[in-house]
């Protein structure tokens, strides 16, 4: 079984720019995860999906991030215009549902400057 | 109130002993909970999970529930050097996940 992809790996871009990442599940999972991870901290959930349709997104930054899962597989997560405070590790996840355990991927990490 | 809370450590045990790892969650209404363990620039990886009906035994792992109290542990015999990393407690209350800061572990040989 193939697991949670993610691109890209690294990410270095300069504050006020914009920045896109992606993930594509587990197949079959319908519920995927969006998590903002700071050095020392533990996962932060950004945002839901289940499906297509968002479950939870009262954590996301919505004056600075979107995110979209089109077709209920793939998703997309943008930051624009990126802060210094959103250098972090960018951690996709799926899971087939609750109480389903979450898989994740290998994450992008960014950094700001 | 946070909804998992983890002491940060860190945890330091020496090769075969027991390292014994705490969370604490608030929702009394949490069914299942779950072990990640992240090594240094990798992704969490889930160990195990219990759900509110009994503890649970995988390996040198062991999972356990004390509803009552509110706290989960993860006891992990025989310990390794290569058990070294960050342990993650994970619970889902209202269909949502909610992870803790994690507590680091070093086995030293």
């Known amino acids: 079984e193939a697991g949670v992809a993610q691109s890209p790996r690294y990410k270095i871009i300069e504050k006020r720019q914009s920045v896109a990442f992606w993930c594509n599940p587990i197949s079959g999972h319908a519920t995927l995860y969006w998590y903002q991870q700071i050095l020392g901290q533990g996962p932060k959930l950004l945002i839901q999906f289940q499906n297509n349709g968002v479950v939870d997104d009262s954590q996301l930054p919505k004056d600075r991030f979107s995110a979209e899962r089109l077709k209920g597989v793939d998703s997309t997560l943008k930051i624009q215009p990126a802060k210094l405070e959103d250098s972090a590790v960018y951690l996709c996840a799926s899971s087939q549902g609750i109480p389903s355990p979450l898989h994740f991927g290998n994450g992008t990490r960014l950094t700001v400057t | 109130q946070k909804e998992v809370e983890q002491n940060s450590g860190p945890l330091s045990v020496p090769e075969g002993a027991i390292a014994s790892l705490n969370c604490t969650y608030s929702?009394?209404?949490?069914?299942?909970f779950f072990w990640y363990r992240q090594y240094s620039g990798k992704s969490p990886e889930l160990i195990m999970f219990i759900y509110s009906n009994g503890d649970k035994e995988d390996g040198r792992f062991t999972a356990q529930l004390n509803k009552a109290s509110q706290y989960v542990s993860l006891l992990i015999r025989d310990s390794q050097p290569s058990d070294s990393a960050t342990y993650l407690c994970a619970v889902n209350p209202r269909n949502q996940f909610y992870f803790g800061t994690g507590t680091s572990l070093t086995v030293i040989p």
């Open positions: 929702d009394r209404g949490s069914q299942s």
